[in-house]
């Protein structure tokens, strides 16, 4: 079987949902990538993602030789959401393709990031559109708050190689998630003029900045860690071709959101420090923000966190 299968095949008659477990169909094909008598050994579901299903797998080939993988399913949340495998994703935006895309180009970037094993792009022989992944070692970061300068220097850290790659052209453009036309504050704001203001600032003249190859949804979940070392940057599915300001942006929201303002802005001082000079521009955290709302069912902003982004707006404006 070709690693990278594009060609449609006939689909299930109704494509799982977030949290459903790997088909025997989807089974099968990662059995077949690791050739004849191929077995897996293990799964387990991973936590997180709002948008993909991942699975941690052991599989065992033929041979004996042992693979740690990660299987990444891109699912709609609502089972009934989709007429076939990737329907839910069809503007190619939120796709595979650009993951793939993505991961070639990090092949060459220092920090670690996921290998690229299989790819059914098309969920020809999945029950979805699928990649299958090498698995980095680590676990999403549990700092301390003793621990935490060295963390924020390491996040700072790990954007630089990744900011400073080749072929960011190749990327879709950065776009932001918030609409115009969409004005509601989300359902647990105290403070609906603190939004308004906000978007009336990112309705305003874009800065000038260079478009630079971005993650695009940079946040400590999306790292990995281990005896407090960063091992791995994952989840590249949004990455772009935009400024740098989008990425700091990004940390600094869900540091906020976990820990404060003053943790975002030292997230701002350490990639300030160890890029040698970057002057922020609050623009970019503002665009941050309001890519919070629109809300939508299970993807409702908590009272708490809808009242640390209206603190962390109100330091913005």
């Known amino acids: 079987m070709d690693l990278v299968t594009r060609s449609p095949a006939l689909a299930p008659a109704l494509t799982p949902y977030v949290g459903a477990p790997p088909s025997p169909a989807t089974a099968r094909w990662v059995r077949e990538c690791f050739g004849r008598d191929a077995e897996i050994r293990a799964i387990r579901p991973l936590p997180g993602g709002i948008a993909h299903a991942n699975h941690a797998l052991v599989v065992e080939s033929g041979s004996g030789s042992e693979h740690r993988l990660v299987l990444r399913r891109w699912l709609p949340r609502d089972p009934l959401a989709s007429d076939g495998p990737g329907a839910a ?7 595979p393709e650009r993951e793939i895309a993505a991961l070639t180009l990090l092949a060459a970037c220092e920090i670690p990031t996921p290998t690229l094993v299989a790819a059914d792009p098309a969920g020809a022989y999945c029950d979805a559109p699928a990649l299958l992944l090498a698995r980095l070692p680590g676990h999403p970061p549990r700092p301390v708050p003793d621990d935490l300068p060295e963390v924020l220097i390491q996040l700072a850290a790990a954007l630089l190689p990744v900011h400073a790659l080749r072929g960011a052209a190749s990327m879709p453009p950065y776009v932001p998630r918030h609409r115009a036309d969409l004005r509601r504050p989300p359902k647990h704001a105290t403070r609906p003029e603190l939004w308004e203001r906000a978007r009336e600032v990112a309705s305003g003249p874009v800065p000038d900045a260079p478009s630079r190859f971005v993650h695009r949804d940079y946040h400590p979940d999306n790292t990995l860690w281990s005896r407090g070392r960063l091992t791995g940057v994952v989840d590249w599915s949004d990455a772009s071709s935009g400024p740098v300001g989008v990425d700091v942006g990004q940390m600094r929201l869900r540091l906020a959101l976990r820990y404060g303002v003053a943790v975002a802005d030292r ?51």
Do not use: M, N
């Open 89 to 95: 994703f069809a503007d190619g935006e939120f796709s």
């Open 267 to 317: 997230f701002r001082d350490c990639f300030d420090q160890v890029a040698g000079g970057h002057d922020q521009d609050p623009y970019w955290d503002l665009a941050c923000v309001l890519d919070l709302p629109p809300e939508e069912p299970g993807r409702v902003l908590s009272e708490r966190d809808a009242i640390r982004a209206e603190t962390y707006l109100e330091t913005l404006l």
